[in-house]
């Protein structure tokens, strides 16, 4: 298995050699119903791992590759809940990723912004 991580991870080198940063959703839907990742659910770990893919198929290229990525609060569903984006980006580039989420930040404020269900409303 290490083996092929290799080989990912050169891709993934491979493919910010043409391009300086990857826009990606965070997750596959905008919220999930509570309970839905469950880590004591009544599930096998094929089962499991699958439940979790549905969920984050775009984030995990970059934790096994080690590439640079961060997620951004940057939308929110009809319901008000966020929704995030990812930039990444090549290796060594957290700082170029930094001042792109500052700069959207600025643009697009998300730090007074609270869904309706949210822990400081209780």
């Known amino acids: 298995m290490p083996g092929r991580f290799n080989v990912v991870s050169r891709e993934v080198g491979r493919f910010f050699q043409s391009y300086d940063v990857l826009l990606t ?8 119903e509570l309970g839905y990742l469950d880590a004591n659910a009544d599930l096998d770990a094929l089962s499991w791992t699958r439940r979790i893919f549905d969920a984050f198929s775009f984030t995990p290229l970059f934790n096994t590759t ?55 409303n209780f």
């Open 25 to 32: 959703p965070t997750t596959n839907h905008p919220a999930m």
């Open 66 to 120: 080690g590439t640079p990525a961060i997620s951004l609060p940057l939308a929110e569903s009809r319901e008000g809940l966020p929704i995030g984006v990812q930039l990444a980006g090549p290796m060594c580039s957290e700082s170029m990723l930094i001042r792109i989420a500052a700069q959207l930040e600025t643009a697009m404020p998300w730090a007074g912004r609270r869904p309706a269900v949210h822990v400081t």
